[in-house]
């Protein structure tokens, strides 16, 4: 086997065609290399091997058109054939030549992650999952090349063969999807099971998406060796042909490979009763594809059953989805998934609905309610103005069902009103969708046409207001505070005067520091001194982010009476010593700080709990920092801040601390490079390509003059 595969290796490097094939491999591989990951700055090289995947139509069928054909175009197959060597040996040397061939380019990208990686956060886990599936479904092509070139003896049919049966491997999926839109009727589900045997490119983007699975690599693996099988038998069929003993070895042939197909499909199928926590691993630096700790330890204490129904076709199912709600049941023999065929059952979601759902949507019953989850929110789109498409950039997935399994599992819903009318910060999507995560309603309001805060407020949020209120607008909050309404108080630094907004913080002896918070302490602010990583204490509301950061932009100090017996405090977030409050920060010069500042440190988030009665108690949460309940603040520290904003929250609503799962993000920042470095990689790629079409030309040259 050592023979033959050297013999083919250098038969490969003797003639043009090697050469060629790297050259256009490396030319097309820079290309891609420079766009994705040097221009756009993508963090993985999953982009560029999906982009050139479809090269592999091409160039495999021209790898592998001369390897059986023209040994029985030149009869020099009879010498082989007749050799005390086995055909196994004589296919698998070479099949190796080849694979040796292939390899060559994808071995030197296998180092540009190392080296990417030196230039930001990089998907080190993700780029050599995709690499891998990138081999593996060019190894079974070339098995399926060499099967193809072992049945003719012409080289131009050999690689038409070879590129028709490539084409359709490339394009199966799209057939696949076309018949499943069509019909689900049991010969449709059926035909869509054989095809997707043949789609050899979906194994590749399953790899290449950050989920690496066991079942993908089984399929590239076991169908190459079944192919390398027939190929073998296909040989030893003429093998014994040229003997005369041909009708025989023609119906064992057929034995042998009926058997093989059953062995592979056997392996294939018996992968998938596996559970995927042992088969299936997310190797994303993010871990987009893994359930948080959160909502693991959730749904293990769910104790109610909770059925999630997906609209659509098994075969049409989101495979991202389907992996999540997998991992669900596999932690809670309470969680239950149907798919509902939208056409089979088109009226199922008037059961809980009168809104049609899209394709993919969840519809979540639980023993107090169903929630629906459209399948759009659970994904988050931004437009690519280079494109002016809309793409997908995160998903919120894990975060819409396991709010959606709370929300129909519980039997109380609390109501929150936003405070409007005062030139409020208000909340973007991010806070807003986490209320809802929480089971948590919520509800603009406008004090002015009102004659008292509604009966069924739980909590009245002022995010930041800039203007003052009346004092009719002070009463009316006065008097829902005094019946023993909750407050979620976010005050703002404003050079107007705010009398009325100090009366209500005044209401739970809470007044402002003068001035902006610096902090001088190099690991307590961000890029700027007034962009503060404050101190998070431990207690009940900060638990789910006492191990994190959390982000807190031009904060303001707080003061309150520690000693006081009326009121109960407790600091959520504190600043380091070495924080100073700038007072004159509209004429100020620069951030250092002057005689007429303030020394800290200071309190920038506290809670205060305040009897009215008896029985009942006025509770606020007083966050005095302008922009911490921001998408922009919230990406510094992914997730966190969303986080201590839902504890809060539900503290105030008096509910259990919910499990509010932040959006994960695909990307994690683009790379960033020196014009020096993109220059010396352009001049790189163009040199290995011009060397070999120079060693394509110059060594048969040579060869020839011998």
């Known amino acids: 086997m050592l023979a033959i595969y050297k013999r083919e290796l250098r038969s490969c490097f003797h003639s043009f065609i090697g050469w060629l094939y790297l050259a256009v491999t490396v030319a097309l591989m820079g290309v891609y290399f420079y766009i994705c990951n040097m221009l756009i700055g993508y963090p993985t090289i999953s982009y560029l091997l999906q982009m050139v995947v479809f090269l592999n139509i091409f160039t ?52 540009t992650p190392l080296l990417l990686s030196q230039a930001g956060s990089f998907q080190i886990g993700l780029s050599y999952s995709s690499l891998l599936g990138f081999f593996l479904y060019g190894c079974l092509g070339l098995a399926l090349g060499l099967f193809v070139s072992s049945l003719t003896e012409s080289v131009v049919v050999s690689a038409i063969l070879g590129l028709v049966v490539m084409f359709a491997g490339y394009i199966m999926g799209g057939i696949t999807s076309i018949i499943s839109s069509s019909g689900t009727s049991a010969f449709a589900e059926c035909m869509i099971r054989v095809l997707n045997c043949f789609d050899m490119v979906r194994r590749f983007d399953i790899l290449s998406s950050g989920y690496f699975e066991v079942e993908s690599v089984a399929y590239y693996v076991t169908f190459t060796a079944f192919m390398l099988f027939c190929t073998v038998q296909s040989i030893q069929k003429r093998r014994y042909a040229f003997a005369g003993r041909g009708v025989g070895i023609g119906a064992f042939s057929i034995v042998n490979i009926m058997a093989a197909a059953a062995v592979v499909v056997l392996v294939n199928i018996g992968l998938n009763y596996i559970p995927d926590q042992y088969t299936s691993y997310d190797v994303t630096v993010n871990k987009i594809f893994t359930l948080t700790e959160e909502s693991v330890d959730y749904v293990r204490g769910l104790t109610q059953d909770v059925t999630i129904y997906v609209w659509a076709d098994e075969e049409s199912k989101d495979g991202d989805l389907d992996k999540l709600l997998g991992q669900l049941k596999s932690y809670s023999d309470h969680i239950r998934v149907e798919y509902v065929s939208p056409i089979a059952n088109p009226m199922f979601y008037y059961n809980y609905t009168d809104i049609q759902p899209s394709a993919n949507s969840l519809i979540v019953v639980g023993e107090h309610g169903n929630v629906v989850v459209d399948y759009n929110d659970m994904y988050i789109y931004q437009t690519n103005y280079t494109t002016y498409e809309e793409e997908v950039v995160g998903t919120d997935a894990e975060g819409q069902v396991i709010s959606a399994i709370m929300r129909a599992s519980s039997e109380d819903t609390a109501k929150v009103y936003i405070v409007a009318g005062h030139d409020e910060l208000m909340f973007d999507d991010t806070f807003l969708n986490a209320l809802s995560k929480e089971n948590v309603s919520y509800e603009s309001l406008q004090l002015y046409a009102v004659d008292a805060v509604p009966e069924d407020a739980d909590v009245l949020v002022f995010d930041a207001p800039v203007s003052d209120y009346s004092d009719d607008d002070v009463e009316k909050v006065l008097a829902y505070l005094e019946q023993g309404g909750s407050a979620f108080i976010i005050p703002t630094w404003t050079d107007q005067d705010m009398t009325g907004f100090e009366k209500i913080l005044d209401y739970y002896g809470i007044s402002l520091v003068d001035g902006v918070i610096m902090e001088t302490d190099r690991s307590h602010y961000y890029q700027t001194v007034y962009d503060l990583f404050p101190n998070i204490e431990y207690n009940d509301i900060t638990q789910t982010v006492y191990d994190g950061t959390v982000f807190a932009p031009l904060c303001r100090g707080l003061i309150y009476d520690e000693e006081s017996e009326d009121i109960r405090y407790v600091p959520i977030l504190t600043t380091s010593d070495q924080a100073f409050s700038k007072k004159d920060v509209l004429n100020a010069q620069n951030y250092n700080k002057s005689s007429e500042d303030i020394d800290g440190p200071f309190v920038i988030a506290m809670t205060a709990e305040r009897p009215v ?65 993109v220059l010396t990689v352009i001049i790189g790629i163009i040199a290995a390509v011009v060397l070999c079409l120079a060693a394509g030309i110059w060594i048969p040259l040579r060869r020839r003059r011998k």
């Open 60 to 111: 495999i069928p021209i790898l592998t058109m001369r390897s059986m054909s023209e040994e029985r175009k030149n009869k020099t197959d009879q010498l082989i054939l007749t050799a005390p060597v086995s055909v196994g040996r004589i296919v698998m040397g070479k099949y190796l030549a080849l694979v040796t061939v292939y390899a060559v380019p994808l071995i030197i990208l296998g180092i």
């Open 613 to 677: 009665s008896d029985q009942k108690t006025s509770k606020a949460a007083v966050v005095a920092t302008e922009q911490m309940f921001t998408a922009q603040a919230d990406n510094i520290v992914p997730g966190y801040n969303v986080k201590l904003f839902g504890n809060i929250v539900a503290s105030l609503t008096e509910q259990e601390v919910p499990v509010v799962v932040p959006v994960k993000y695909y990307e994690i920042g683009n790379l960033v490079f020196s014009a020096g470095t």
